[in-house]
């Protein structure tokens, strides 16, 4: 039975759908490494948390969050303590630090149900890891290149790390990228690593001028349902609820969230089960449009389009903020896609900069960022928002603000 999932990460029979980009990342792991970049709720987790959840032979995966990670010695903390928690790869750790008895005498003592909150607190009070985060991240790397099964190496929120790593340490973060590059590339290994981010790492890296750190990583973007998926999402939901799904509620659905995005639709048709419990009323496409208006515009995704704003701010600095603000603004309020050079002339005008063929590459260069972020998307050289939902949104909010 397949359940709705808004808040948490749909596992098991809940992870809908996408059994052709897990194939095709299994597929990939065989030679390549992964970045996986979606935005938020769009499915990212939910791809790791399946790869966690269902190993193809011949890898051992661990998943690490790293969201508020912000030193490489914290890294290389929650690394060893997420590798030591797999009892396949326990003996792997204790290597690492056999050349000190006191440390090895530390392992010795620890009972096996340590959870790893109290591993972690452990490891910094008895060891050095912390400030030698790279000579032991160059050990537990060079011990487990030969492992087999392989060491599947899930890091979620990779950018995010980095980014607060570098807002405090620059020098770090660099230090840290080209370690995990050269970990990475190692030509004895047979560790793998998928990456994730809900800010896309590419362009981030560019703007710091150190995007040669992951340029090995085949870029995976996840995609929403086709229009054929999401249409059986649509009827097991239904049928698990007992519900008669009609061909006109579900289009009308469907075209009102317009790309299929699995985190909307779950959004939206929890909205429409509210409402019909509460009011008893009839399933009709005319109660579909209200509960839109009402509850996912104004209601439960509004946060998470709040996301999308505020990472304009943090992640497009100076005369790209303000420029790709008032093109989102522009394209909000577009009925039909604008032509590049439309938005060019928008770009010139707010950013107060007289046109140059390198400045014009400058705004080519934030188009492919705000495409690769997921706020717009582009065909023959005309632009409209990725996504339905967001663009309404963004008109309601900041379409007529002055920016």
């Known amino acids: ?197 809900s800010i896309h790492l590419v362009p981030m890296l560019d703007s710091m001028k150190m995007v040669d750190t992951v340029n090995d990583l085949f870029i995976q973007k996840i995609k929403p349902f086709t229009v054929e998926t999401a249409k059986s999402y649509l009827k097991a939901i239904f049928d698990s609820h007992n519900m008669t799904l009609t061909d006109e509620v579900r289009d009308a659905i469907l075209e009102l969230v317009g790309e299929p995005i699995p985190y909307l639709l779950a959004v939206l048709v929890t909205a429409i089960f509210d409402c019909l419990r509460a009011t008893g009323a009839e399933l009709k496409p005319d109660l579909v449009e209200t509960v839109f208006e009402e509850d996912l515009l104004g209601g439960a995704a509004s946060a998470t389009f709040s996301h999308y704003r505020s990472r304009i701010d943090k992640y497009y600095p100076d005369w790209e903020g303000q420029a790709a603000k008032a093109i989102l603004g522009l394209l909000s309020r577009a009925e039909n896609d604008v032509d590049r050079q439309t938005l060019y002339q928008v770009c010139l005008k707010t950013s107060n900069i007289q046109h140059s063929d390198l400045f014009e590459e400058k705004f080519m260069n934030l188009m492919n960022n705000l495409d690769n972020d997921f706020y717009v998307s582009c065909k023959d050289e005309r632009y409209s928002f990725f996504s339905r939902v967001l663009k309404l949104w963004w008109k309601t909010r900041y379409g007529f603000h002055r920016e």
């Open 1 to 197: 039975m397949t359940n709705i999932v808004v808040g948490s990460v749909p596992r098991g029979e809940d992870y809908f759908g996408q059994e052709l980009l897990i194939e095709s990342i299994w597929e990939k792991l065989a030679t390549d490494n992964i970045l996986l970049a979606a935005p938020r709720r769009f499915g990212k987790s939910g791809a790791m948390y399946r790869l966690l959840d269902d190993p193809h032979p011949g890898f051992i995966p661990v998943y690490v969050n790293l969201e508020d990670i912000e030193t490489a010695g914290d890294f290389m903390v929650e690394l060893i303590s997420k590798i030591y928690q797999k009892h396949q790869l326990k003996r792997i750790v204790k290597k690492v630090f056999d050349r000190s008895k006191k440390i090895a005498s530390f392992f010795r003592d620890l009972t096996e149900e340590i959870d790893i909150g109290g591993f972690k607190v452990k490891i910094r009070e008895n060891t050095d890891v912390s400030t030698h985060w790279k000579m032991y991240g160059d050990r537990i790397m060079h011990f487990l290149a030969g492992e087999k099964p392989a060491l599947l190496l899930i890091l979620d929120e990779f950018a995010v790390m980095i980014d607060l790593i570098y807002r405090k340490n620059p020098e770090e973060a660099e230090q840290l990228l080209r370690w995990f590059r050269s970990a990475r590339l190692a030509p004895e290994t047979h560790t793998r690593f998928v990456v994730g981010g």
